[in-house]
């Protein structure tokens, strides 16, 4: 079925609140705010087309401005940068390696046992930041270990999520890239999400004590685990990543 440019749009905005969309709302009543600008979450839009750089072309012809993506690693680099420099398209957010798709995994930041590859996953990821000239990697918590009790792991996921955060602060800073952790709702997308609520990424945040490591927003994620977005909003402002 054939979906418009509007529907394309809507589905951009419902499906993914952007980070250009968090950076302007926290601007909120600030005098010259920026208009709210949209990108194209190519990783969900335009499927039709199999390639990542033909996706760039297409968000492009679109009218879109800037474009995110969740894994880009199995994709010709100089493609994807030859795509990015003819369309003039901004790379505002790729994902580091979710891990072992296939084995379950979703991320390796908060996984006992996988720090040498969540380092080795940051390096991917800035490989292609570089590449992309793209300024924020959504660093990914990880699931759960199968068949354990969330209250049984948390301390010891929270600790490690910590210590891979400072660790990836360091690096990013170096590069002048903003490090962003997202809450994934764990009561309809996926139960064994590691972080699911903006008060425990907070939390994280606080810990970590590091100024390029921000939150990323996701109404829908924080609308299905605790409602109350406006004043959720409000609180974590400050935090947002820009």
């Not at 809507?10 to 926290?26: D, K, Q, T, W």
């Not at 959504?138 to 400072?166: C, D, W, Y």
């Amino acid at each position: 079925m054939e979906i418009n440019i509007a529907t394309r749009i809507i589905y951009s905005f419902v499906l993914e609140v952007e980070v250009s969309f968090s950076a302007n709302i926290a601007n909120c009543g600030k005098p010259g705010m920026a208009p709210l600008r949209f990108c194209a979450n190519i990783s969900w839009l335009f499927t039709e087309l199999p390639d990542f750089s033909q996706r760039i072309y297409a968000a492009a012809s679109a009218g879109f401005q800037a474009v995110e993506a969740a894994w880009l690693y199995d994709c010709d680099l100089p493609e994807l940068q030859r795509a990015r420099e003819a369309t003039g398209v901004e790379v505002v957010l790729i994902n580091t390696p979710p891990g072992d798709v296939k084995g379950g995994d979703l991320g390796l930041g908060a996984v006992p046992g996988r720090e040498a590859e969540f380092r080795q996953g940051l390096d991917l990821a800035l490989k292609y930041a570089r590449a992309l000239d793209c300024k924020r990697i959504h660093l990914m918590a990880g699931r759960l270990p199968v068949g354990s009790h969330r209250m049984a792991v948390a301390k010891e996921m929270e600790a490690i999520f910590v210590q891979n955060l400072t660790y990836a602060a360091d690096i990013l800073s170096k590069e002048g890239i903003t490090g962003l952790i997202e809450p994934i709702n764990t009561r309809l997308t996926d139960p064994r999400y590691f972080l699911d609520s903006p008060h425990q990424a907070a939390a994280i945040l606080e810990k970590v004590g590091k100024p390029n490591i921000r939150l990323q927003m996701d109404v829908f994620h924080w609308q299905i685990m605790d409602g109350n977005l406006t004043q959720n909003m409000h609180k974590y402002f400050p935090i947002i990543g820009e």
